[in-house]
């Protein structure tokens, strides 16, 4: 038995566990990371993801390459069984205060062989394929790890400052920390039918469809390129074998398309849940991703909140790493990430339900009735929940613009917060226990102050405001209260 050691151990190299070794790789920390596979999963998963998500992206350098695989997306409509619209969720090309468009539509694969690459030449980085986790035990101030090497057939332990789990539904380092979960009660049976055209066919609708049906409520999504994606809802006790047969299949897209048009690229039946773990966290470990909470597919938000997860994380971590265990930070991401979460996985079950035509078009508090009697919804943005900074701050846990700079050597004003806390003013401090940064000489970032109508400002690395002020005269106050927290 070998024994290594390493700053961070992430168990899974699904979309969750490699956003968090890109994003852990901008610091000088040691990180390794264990795969129980050889291979990337290639079941269908995710096709969606939001202008958030391609804002971390940007952050870890693979927007460029990554953007020739997406599309962006149109939006959703929900209509009943004679294609009457019931709700409307239109995604307008419009460039949002996170930088990118609104909704953009991708194959899950080509993501994840992206952000694996993207890792490859950093030294620091270390991936064991073929690698599964065993069993972890905390050992004081270190986490020992036990691991199967499926290559040699033997068993290896890593020692860790810290361990997080991205090991996906049936996440063993959730065992370790607790079985407990919140379970919101939608459980449901669908098959899931990925198709690749062999010519254009225009009729096909270029939005996502979502048919609310009592009998048979079914979605239908326009991917990247020739790629089509049809998702049935299925009955509990219906024999799977049955229903991936070829014949079934071709019988149940009839009303749409034929054999002559596409082929079966990939098929599978999965049930959908909808649970959070009750706890993320204990002591040194921690999870992320499905591991941490699980949410049927119809708002394309499950992928996007893991990597919602490690990005609040990363650097909590890394500070940890550098400057010492820190205690209340590290307690903060638990807090912070499950009432976000939440949000998102409400608004998709009563997606769920108006799919399966039992609830109300009522599916969240964006939901607009138009003049004409329409209906419109817009996509929510839960802020964060309670942990880091003051909850009276009406500014505190909401995410900071993304801001393009014209005359500057960086073009845009994330990359100035990536790593570490900073503190933005309109006037000169004197103080050494943060990265300071005067905004007159941005003009595009004294626009947002004017709007905001704030004298100072303190970021986190994940983009989000951690305090907000407006008398300047209390500036070291402000400073040392806003920082408490990270002792
Ligand atoms: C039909 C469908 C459609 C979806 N559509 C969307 C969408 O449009 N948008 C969206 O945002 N999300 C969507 N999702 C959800 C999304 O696919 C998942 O949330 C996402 O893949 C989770 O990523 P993860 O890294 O947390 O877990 P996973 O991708 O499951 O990765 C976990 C990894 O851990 C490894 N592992 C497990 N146990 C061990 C162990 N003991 N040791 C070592 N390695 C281990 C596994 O092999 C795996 O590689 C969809 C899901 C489904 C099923």
């Known amino acids: 038995m070998h024994n290594t050691k390493c700053n961070v151990l992430i168990v899974g190299f699904g979309p969750t566990g490699s956003v968090l070794a890109n994003l852990l790789s901008k610091y000088n920390i040691t990180i390794h990371i264990l795969e129980k596979e050889n291979e990337i999963y290639n079941l269908p998963r995710a096709v969606h993801f939001d202008d958030e998500i391609m804002r971390t992206f940007k952050s870890i350098g693979i927007f460029k390459k990554f953007l020739k695989k997406t599309i962006i997306n149109k939006g959703t409509k929900f209509v009943d069984e004679f294609d009457n619209l019931i709700l409307d969720w239109p995604r307008p090309k419009k460039i949002t205060e996170n930088g990118f468009y609104p909704s953009y539509r991708f194959h899950q694969p080509d993501l994840e062989k992206i952000l694996r690459k993207n890792l490859i030449k950093n030294k620091k980085v270390k991936i064991s394929y073929n690698s599964e986790l065993l069993e972890i035990s905390e050992k004081g101030d270190f986490i020992s790890a036990k691991y199967l090497d499926k290559v040699s057939n033997s068993f290896q332990i890593i020692n860790a400052d810290y361990v997080v789990g991205c090991d996906g539904a049936n996440s063993l380092v959730k065992e370790y920390i607790s079985q407990e979960v919140i379970d919101f009660g939608f459980q449901e049976k669908w098959a899931v039918i990925d198709l690749i055209m062999k010519q254009n066919k225009n009729n096909l609708p270029d939005r996502t469809i979502q048919y609310c049906s009592k009998k048979t409520p079914a979605t239908y999504c326009r991917n990247?390129?020739?790629?089509?994606?049809?998702?049935?809802?299925?009955?509990?006790?219906?024999?799977?074998?049955?229903?991936?047969?070829?014949?079934?299949?071709?019988?149940?897209?009839?009303k749409w398309i034929t054999p002559e048009d596409a082929i079966i690229e990939r098929k599978t039946i999965y049930t959908f849940k909808s649970l959070i773990a009750k706890k993320w966290r204990k002591g040194r470990v921690f999870i992320a991703g499905d591991a941490a909470h699980l949410s049927p597919p119809f708002m394309g938000q499950g992928m996007c909140s893991g990597i919602r997860d490690?990005?609040?994380?990363?650097?909590?971590?890394?500070?940890?790493?550098?400057?010492?265990?820190?205690?209340?930070?590290?307690?903060?991401?638990?807090?912070?990430?499950?009432?976000?979460?939440?949000?998102?996985?409400?608004?998709?079950?009563?997606?769920?339900?108006?799919?399966?035509?039992?609830?109300?078009?009522?599916?969240?508090?964006?939901?607009?009735?138009?003049?004409?009697?329409?209906?419109?919804?817009?996509?929510?943005?839960?802020?964060?929940?309670?942990?880091?900074?003051?909850?009276?701050?009406?500014?505190?846990?909401?995410?900071?613009?993304?801001?393009?700079?014209?005359?500057?050597?960086?073009?845009?004003?994330?990359?100035?917060?990536?790593?570490?806390?900073?503190?933005?003013?309109?006037?000169n401090v004197d103080n050494k226990k943060i990265k300071h940064i005067n905004v007159n000489k941005y003009e595009e970032v004294m626009k947002v102050f004017n709007r905001l109508n704030i004298s100072a400002l303190i970021l986190r690395p994940d983009r989000f405001i951690l305090s907000s002020l407006n008398d300047n005269s209390k500036i070291n106050d402000f400073i040392e209260k806003s920082t408490l927290q990270f002792g």
């Not at 609830?359 to 607009?368: L, R």
């Open 310 to 427: 490690v990005s609040n994380l990363f650097w909590k971590i890394a500070y940890s790493c550098n400057f010492g265990h820190k205690e209340k930070l590290l307690n903060t991401y638990e807090s912070e990430r499950l009432k976000n979460v939440k949000e998102y996985i409400i608004t998709t079950i009563n997606m769920g339900r108006l799919l399966n035509s039992i609830g109300e078009t009522n599916v969240s508090n964006t939901v607009k009735e138009e003049k004409d009697g329409s209906k419109k919804m817009t996509s929510i943005k839960p802020p964060l929940g309670p942990g880091l900074g003051n909850n009276k701050d009406k500014l505190r846990g909401k995410i900071f613009p993304y801001i393009n700079l014209q005359n500057s050597n960086v073009s845009n004003f994330d990359s100035e917060f990536e790593t570490e806390l900073v503190l933005l003013s309109k006037q």
């Open 224 to 254: 990247v390129g020739r790629r089509r994606r049809w998702e049935f809802s299925l009955d509990k006790n219906s024999v799977d074998k049955e229903i991936l047969n070829d014949d079934k299949i071709w019988h149940f897209l009839s």
